[in-house]
């Protein structure tokens, strides 16, 4: 299962996430899920620092699947946008009947 903690301050934005884990949905390579997943997850970090001036933090190791990303301060309005819209992506996967046993998504206070 993948797990996905969405972190968000007082005001309710987000701020990052962390994530670790596979999906197990499929074999290695054939894995609908964890491919989603990923693709939402890798853009947003890949489109936040190409379009977006906020100062983060990543910790990332393959092998295990995780990946602990943060913004250092309040979101850009640009950086804002693209969590929204993972987190929106990633919502709809948890809501799905097919998909929803092999993804947890949390939420934590920061």
Do not use: W
Request: hydrophobic share 40%; aromatic share 10%; proline share 1%.
């Amino acid at each position: 299962m993948i797990h996905v903690t969405i972190y968000q301050n007082k005001r309710k934005e987000y701020t990052g996430f962390k994530t670790y884990g596979h999906a197990g949905f499929s074999d290695k390579g054939q894995d609908i899920v964890c491919a989603a997943a990923s693709v939402l997850i890798i853009n947003t970090v890949n489109a936040i620092e190409k379009f977006a001036e906020d100062r983060t933090s990543l910790v990332s190791d393959d092998a295990e699947g995780v990946i602990d990303y943060s913004l250092k301060d309040k979101p850009s309005k640009e950086a804002k946008l693209l969590l929204d819209a993972m987190v929106l992506g990633l919502v709809e996967m948890t809501d799905d009947e097919n998909y929803a046993e092999y993804i947890d998504l949390t939420f934590e206070e920061v």
